[in-house]
C-alpha cells in the first residue's frame, strides 16, 4: 500500500497561472518534504516541515510556498509558474530529519504551457 | 558542509555482470549513508543505508554496500544484474544531528542493462 501519495501524477498549467501540488501520508512522520528534479538531476530540497515548523531552503525562490495543514497533508504552491518551473516534484516524508530515511511518493509531472 | 560525489554518470553492464556503483561523501564525523534508485517516472526507493555498526550492509533486491572511513566512500554492488535493475541510482549522505534538517544527494548514476 502506498505510505507517501502524491496527487495528481501529472499536471499541467499555463504560464503564470496558480498551481498546487498535493501530498498526503500514512506514515505520522514528522517531516514532510518537497523536493524539485530536473530531468537527469539530484532531487533538489524546496523545504520541509518539521511538524508545524517550516523550514525553507536559502535559494527556494518566493514563487514557492508551502501548507501544511495537519500531519498527514502538505502542499505546494506555485505562485507564478514559469517555463523553468517544469520538472517532477517529489514529496517525502521521515520520521526524524537530518540523516532519517526518506520515503517518497511517486512524483508529480509538471508541464508548463 | 556534507557533500556527495559519485564519479559515473552513466554506467553500462551485460545482464547477469556483476555491478559496482561508486560513491564518495564529505562529511566532518561519522555519517549516514543511503542509496536510493530511481526508476523513469517514480519517486526514490530506498534501497539500503549505513548507520554504525557492521561495514558491509545489506539491502533489497540482493544489492549489497561497503562503508570504508578510509576512502570516504560507501559503493553500491551486486554480483549478477537483471534487466528491471536498470534506472538511476542516487547516493545520499544525511547527518546525526536531527536538527539539520536534510540529506545531501549526489548527482545520480544511470544504469543501463544489456540483454
Known amino acids: 500500500d502506498a505510505m507517501v501519495i502524491q496527487n495528481p501524477r501529472y499536471q499541467v498549467t499555463q504560464f503564470g497561472k496558480p498551481v498546487t501540488l498535493s501530498c498526503s501520508q500514512t506514515?505520522?512522520?514528522?517531516?514532510m518534504y518537497w523536493y524539485q528534479q530536473k530531468s537527469s538531476q539530484a532531487p533538489k530540497l524546496l523545504f520541509h516541515?518539521?511538524?508545524?515548523?517550516?523550514?525553507n531552503e536559502a535559494d527556494t525562490p518566493d514563487n514557492f510556498q508551502s501548507r501544511r495543514p495537519n500531519t498527514s497533508f502538505c502542499f505546494l504552491d506555485i505562485r507564478s509558474p514559469g517555463l523553468g518551473d517544469a520538472a517532477m516534484y517529489l514529496c517525502?516524508?521521515?520520521?526524524?530529519?537530518?540523516?532519517?530515511?526518506?520515503?517518497f511518493g511517486a512524483g508529480t509531472r509538471l508541464s508548463v504551457l | 558542509a556534507q557533500s556527495v560525489t559519485q564519479p559515473d554518470i552513466h554506467i553500462t553492464v551485460s545482464e547477469g555482470a556483476s555491478l559496482e556503483l561508486r560513491c564518495n561523501y564529505s562529511?566532518?564525523?561519522?555519517?549516514?549513508l543511503f542509496w536510493y534508485v530511481q526508476s523513469p517516472g517514480q519517486g526514490l526507493q530506498l534501497l539500503l543505508k549505513?548507520?554504525?555498526?557492521?561495514?558491509l550492509v545489506q539491502g533489497i533486491k540482493g544489492f549489497e554496500a561497503e562503508f570504508k572511513r578510509s576512502q570516504s566512500s560507501f559503493n553500491l554492488r551486486k554480483p549478477s544484474v537483471h534487466w528491471s535493475d536498470a534506472a538511476e541510482y542516487f547516493c545520499?549522505?544525511?547527518?546525526?544531528?536531527?536538527?539539520?534538517?536534510?540529506?545531501?544527494f549526489g548527482d545520480g548514476t544511470t544504469l543501463t542493462v544489456k540483454p
Open positions: 506514515l505520522n512522520h514528522n517531516v
Open positions: 517525502a516524508t521521515s520520521r526524524e530529519a537530518g540523516g532519517d530515511i526518506r520515503y
Open positions: 516541515y518539521y511538524d508545524k515548523d517550516f523550514n
Open positions: 562529511y566532518g564525523a561519522t555519517p549516514y
Open positions: 545520499a549522505v544525511g547527518a546525526h544531528n536531527t536538527n539539520a534538517g536534510k540529506s545531501t
Open positions: 549505513y548507520f554504525s555498526g557492521d561495514t
